[in-house]
């Protein structure tokens, strides 16, 4: 069986609902909302070739004056999950996705994203309304890493395409409304898992992960092209991108980005080519991703835009994933980065490069971290994340102190939760 399909990977067979949830600790009572967390999760007896090309599922936790009221977990009822195909005669249709990476609101809609083609819209009770196209302008996928601008309110993403054009940037504004999409030109069709904004400009990550549709059987038709190059893009809002040749790497995933006196400053998590060869092999079923190193590294690039040069610097050799940070600050100047690797939640100080570790002895997932209301420092907040122990044996949503990653409280969850991808906390208006 492939390693996707077994362990901490292993999908769950069916949809369930549990109510008053016991907690230990005590959850902070501003703490009003809900915590979604969306993965890869095939139907029973599915084997979709690839980790990332299993059907969507999300687990949520609503949370209300101090307690754990109720989780459920529901697949994402796409086209795709009914047997729609993704690959017709007229070409890619983007409703028959998986919508299995990410979970976000924007304007006051509820999205399931996956890179590969429309988002879903979901109700805050995770029924599936259905694809959401913005009122048929957009024609492009859209990625499952939008930034929204915390002055504006706007939203930017942006899709790639296996064929022309290749890269396609939009904008949403803060009311939902399509108002941009644009073409930016690429030599050919990288995976662009993420990217980055500042405060007047988006940054790009054009890197030599590309598609090849001869590998369509594959079940994610990927190579590694060592003649594509490796380049960052800082592309002015409106204006034209301004490209900086980088070593070749890939990036899944961005940590901040913030202007600089004429530079933009860029932290993300950086695979060398061996790493991603490594990971790109675990990923596809080789070895099990959750439990293999991850082979991964925090990093910044810091580029120029008089002089066209860029610095890059490894701040952390550590295995790392799965960046976040208080987004009251993105696109700004910021200091703290929180990341996971295995067993552990690290906080660095991104301005001295100081760490701290919490030791957890359980695989975490993704710490998100969300600010307190009446927050007075950038790490005021807490980190939740669903963790979940070696053997199997249960999984429960983690909250901690973001100050000092000391334990405030814990939700035990009715069920495993396989590892998988992003969340977020989306609290009550």
Same mark, same amino acid.
Request: aromatic share 10%; hydrophobic share 40%; with cysteine.
């Given at each position: 069986?492939?390693?996707?399909?077994?362990?901490?990977?292993? #999908?769950?067979?069916?949809?369930?609902?549990?109510?008053?949830?016991? $907690?230990?600790?005590?959850?902070?009572?501003?703490?009003?909302?809900?915590?979604?967390?969306?993965?890869?999760?095939?139907?029973?007896?599915?084997?979709?070739?690839?980790?990332?090309?299993?059907?969507?599922?999300?687990?949520?936790?609503?949370?209300?004056?101090?307690?754990?009221?109720?989780?459920?977990?529901?697949?994402?009822?796409? @086209? /795709?999950?009914?047997?729609?195909?993704?690959?017709?005669?007229?070409? =890619?249709?983007?409703?028959?996705?998986?919508?299995?990476? !990410? *979970?976000?609101?924007?304007?006051?809609?509820?999205?399931?994203?996956?890179?590969?083609?429309?988002?879903?819209?979901?109700?805050?009770?995770?029924?599936?309304?259905?694809?959401?196209?913005?009122?048929?302008?957009?024609?492009?996928?859209?990625?499952?890493? #939008?930034?929204?601008?915390? *002055?504006?309110?706007?939203?930017?993403?942006?899709?790639?395409?296996? %064929?022309? #054009?290749?890269?396609?940037?939009?904008?949403?504004?803060?009311?939902?409304? /399509?108002?941009?999409?644009?073409?930016?030109?690429?030599?050919?069709?990288?995976?662009?898992?993420?990217?980055?904004?500042?405060? !007047?400009?988006?940054?790009?990550?054009?890197?030599?992960? %590309?598609?090849?549709?001869?590998?369509?059987?594959?079940?994610?038709?990927? @190579?590694?092209?060592?003649?594509?190059?490796?380049?960052?893009?800082?592309?002015?809002?409106?204006?034209?991108?301004?490209?900086?040749?980088?070593?070749?790497?890939?990036?899944?995933?961005?940590?901040?980005?913030?202007?600089?006196?004429?530079?933009? $400053?860029?932290?993300?998590?950086?695979?060398?080519?061996?790493?991603?060869?490594?990971? +790109?092999?675990? *990923?596809?079923?080789?070895?099990?991703?959750?439990?293999?190193?991850?082979?991964?590294?925090?990093?910044? +690039?810091?580029?120029?835009?008089?002089?066209?040069?860029? %610095?890059?610097?490894?701040?952390?050799?550590?295995?790392?994933? =799965?960046?976040? =940070? !208080?987004?009251?600050?993105?696109?700004?100047?910021?200091?703290?980065?929180?990341?996971?690797?295995?067993?552990?939640?690290?906080?660095?100080?991104?301005?001295?490069?100081?760490?701290?570790?919490?030791?957890?002895?359980?695989?975490?997932?993704?710490?998100?971290?969300?600010?307190?209301?009446?927050?007075?420092?950038?790490?005021?907040?807490?980190?939740?994340? *669903?963790?979940?122990?070696?053997?199997?044996?249960?999984?429960?949503?983690?909250?901690?102190?973001?100050?000092?990653?000391?334990?405030?409280?814990? %939700?035990?969850?009715?069920?495993?939760?396989?590892?998988?991808?992003?969340?977020? +906390?989306?609290?009550?208006?």
């Amino acid at each position: 069986m492939p390693a996707y399909l077994e362990g901490l990977l292993a #999908p769950v067979a069916d949809e369930i609902e549990a109510v008053s949830l016991p $907690v230990t600790g005590e959850l902070p009572r501003e703490l009003t909302g809900r915590y979604f967390r969306n993965g890869p999760n095939p139907l029973p007896g599915q084997d979709p070739g690839h980790w990332f090309a299993g059907d969507g599922m999300i687990h949520g936790v609503r949370i209300r004056d101090g307690r754990a009221e109720w989780y459920r977990n529901r697949w994402v009822k796409t @086209r /795709l999950l009914d047997g729609a195909p993704y690959i017709t005669e007229q070409g =890619f249709d983007l409703t028959a996705v998986h919508a299995n990476t !990410n *979970v976000i609101r924007h304007a006051g809609k509820i999205f399931a994203l996956v890179e590969s083609g429309f988002p879903y819209e979901m109700t805050p009770d995770l029924d599936t309304v259905g694809p959401c196209d913005f009122d048929g302008r957009l024609t492009s996928a859209m990625t499952a890493h #939008p930034k929204e601008d915390p *002055v504006t309110g706007e939203l930017h993403f942006f899709g790639y395409s296996v %064929v022309a #054009p290749f890269l396609t940037y939009h904008r949403l504004t803060a009311a939902g409304d /399509l108002a941009e999409s644009r073409v930016i030109d690429v030599p050919g069709p990288t995976m662009m898992h993420d990217f980055a904004i500042t405060e !007047n400009h988006v940054i790009w990550l054009d890197l030599p992960a %590309v598609f090849d549709l001869s590998l369509l059987d594959s079940g994610m038709p990927v @190579r590694w092209d060592d003649d594509y190059g490796a380049r960052i893009g800082v592309m002015p809002r409106g204006g034209e991108v301004q490209w900086f040749d980088v070593d070749p790497c890939y990036v899944f995933h961005v940590g901040n980005a913030y202007e600089d006196h004429g530079r933009i $400053v860029l932290d993300a998590v950086r695979y060398s080519p061996g790493k991603f060869a490594d990971i +790109w092999g675990e *990923v596809s079923g080789e070895t099990n991703p959750v439990v293999a190193a991850v082979g991964s590294g925090l990093y910044r +690039w810091i580029l120029d835009l008089d002089t066209g040069k860029v %610095v890059e610097e490894l701040r952390d050799d550590r295995d790392i994933e =799965f960046p976040s =940070f !208080n987004e009251e600050h993105l696109g700004r100047p910021s200091r703290y980065l929180y990341t996971v690797t295995d067993n552990a939640i690290v906080k660095y100080d991104t301005g001295n490069g100081h760490n701290e570790v919490n030791e957890l002895g359980r695989n975490p997932g993704e710490a998100e971290f969300v600010r307190r209301q009446d927050a007075k420092d950038e790490d005021d907040g807490w980190l939740m994340s *669903v963790v979940t122990e070696h053997d199997g044996s249960g999984s429960e949503l983690l909250v901690l102190d973001a100050r000092t990653l000391e334990f405030t409280a814990s %939700v035990r969850l009715p069920r495993r939760v396989p590892a998988g991808f992003h969340g977020n +906390w989306l609290p009550d208006a």
